[in-house]
């Protein structure tokens, strides 16, 4: 296939169907923060069978359509996630058969070997009624391509934070294992768990996946401004700034504007911020 920004802009994104089992919530629950401290009766809630909740991120796990970028020419060694979105309809039903449809929505080209941004869709339903669960827009960088010019309408970009002091600020510690345990939900690029593979995408190391940070930026929200863990969150979204490693600890620095917050995580140990132009609404 000749690369161009039109032949991605067209390419037919698969469907993908899932049934979500309480296992697979209390997996990506436990991959993503919850249940740390067993003791913890809120946080049980998102890892015991028994009344159980799923975590507002988990919509980014369901219905994945795969690594369907591979098959239209890019450079897929050097592709990274760069920015993700999530509006959240309704919690992930358990025992459901889900659905999600997919098209890509823009291909912003920064020219060759300065490489190009892909945005795509993902909208995820109920394969009966059709119900809304949730609407996921993922931009990934194509750090090896460019040059193919640029098709279709990009998202609006994520705001900045703001430029003062965070209202709240929360520090999580992630396992040295996460990576092996978060590819369990699926997501299986060697980039997480094999050093010759990170290596040859430019890493000295694997790397943690963007959406394992996500998902504990969610936690780490929740965490921080309900300790009963009762709050749920109606959208989350924001651009990986900078890899993180298993093992580092993400300062989750937030400022609050009622049902509203901003946030960016930071790893003081090399001074870097990893997530940047954070939103999150809770619901």
């Not at 989750?252 to 001074?271: C, H, K, P, Y």
Request: with cysteine.
């Amino acid at each position: 296939m000749t690369l161009s920004a039109q032949s991605i802009l067209d390419f037919p994104v698969p469907q993908a169907t899932h049934v979500v089992t309480a296992r697979d919530a209390i997996l990506y629950a436990l991959s993503v923060g919850y249940g740390t401290n067993p003791l913890d009766e809120n946080a049980l809630n998102y890892v015991y069978e028994r009344d159980l909740v799923t975590a507002p991120t988990l919509a980014n796990i369901v219905a994945h359509p795969g690594p369907w970028m591979q098959q239209t020419g890019v450079d897929w060694a050097r592709l990274v996630h760069s920015e993700h979105r999530l509006a959240i309809h309704r919690p992930v039903p358990l025992d459901v058969p889900l659905i999600s449809r997919s098209r890509v929505l823009s291909v912003v080209d920064r020219g060759v070997e300065k490489g190009m941004f892909v945005s795509f869709e993902r909208m995820i339903a109920t394969v009966d009624s059709d119900e809304p669960i949730a609407t996921i827009v993922q931009t990934n960088a194509c750090r090896g391509d460019g040059g193919c010019g640029s098709a279709g309408l990009a998202p609006e970009p994520l705001s900045k934070v703001p430029d003062r002091e965070p209202d709240v600020e929360f520090n999580v510690d992630i396992p040295g294992n996460a990576a092996l345990l978060y590819r369990l939900n699926g997501d299986r690029n060697p980039l997480h768990v094999d050093p010759r593979a990170a290596g040859s995408s430019g890493f000295d190391r694997p790397i943690l996946h963007g959406l394992c940070s996500f998902g504990y930026a969610g936690y780490a929200i929740i965490a921080a401004i309900d300790p009963g863990m009762a709050t749920g969150l109606s959208a989350i979204a924001a651009r990986f700034s900078a890899p993180i490693f298993p093992g580092e600890t993400i300062t989750l620095q937030m400022w609050r504007n009622d049902a509203e917050i901003r946030f960016r995580g930071i790893v003081a140990s090399r001074g870097v911020t990893i997530l940047d132009n954070g939103m999150a609404r809770l619901s």
